[in-house]
């Protein structure tokens, strides 16, 4: 399977980005499962071997998408997976920051829709 799975693991405490996102992403043909938590992304993560992609809302109470990343990174079994990082606050640095923590793409919230898919079609070839 490896790359050629397009299963999608969204991980966002904001049912409305989850909404649109599986919307945007099923249309296109992308399986998508769900988390409403950094620690419920990570236990499918550990549970389901076919994830082919990660998107990470870094704004999440609990545990953060950046200290989720670090578990996904310092994790042998999830350490390759691509970890898109999206983020609301499209700060000066924001992007270097989610980079520096691990993530391999980042997208700022609004998402577009565009970039999303362009990112998941070109980088990933998902």
């Known amino acids: 399977m490896g790359s050629s799975s397009k299963k999608v693991l969204i991980i ?23 988390a409403m938590d950094a620690q419920a992304g990570l236990q499918l993560l550990a549970d389901q071997q076919d994830i082919g992609i990660v998107l990470m809302d870094m704004m999440m109470p609990e545990m953060d998408g950046y200290e989720a990343l670090g578990r996904i990174r310092g ?41 999303l898919l362009d990112i998941l079609k070109n980088k990933f070839n998902m």
Do not use: F, H, W
């Open 75 to 115: 994790d042998a079994r999830t350490a390759a997976i691509p970890v898109i990082a999206v983020t609301a606050q499209a700060m000066v640095g924001d992007r270097e920051k989610c980079l520096a923590a691990g993530a391999s793409e980042y997208v700022s919230k609004p998402i577009d829709q565009d970039i």
């Open 12 to 34: 966002d405490d904001d049912t409305r980005n989850i909404y649109a996102l599986r919307m945007v992403l099923k249309a296109k043909g992308y399986d998508c499962i769900t």
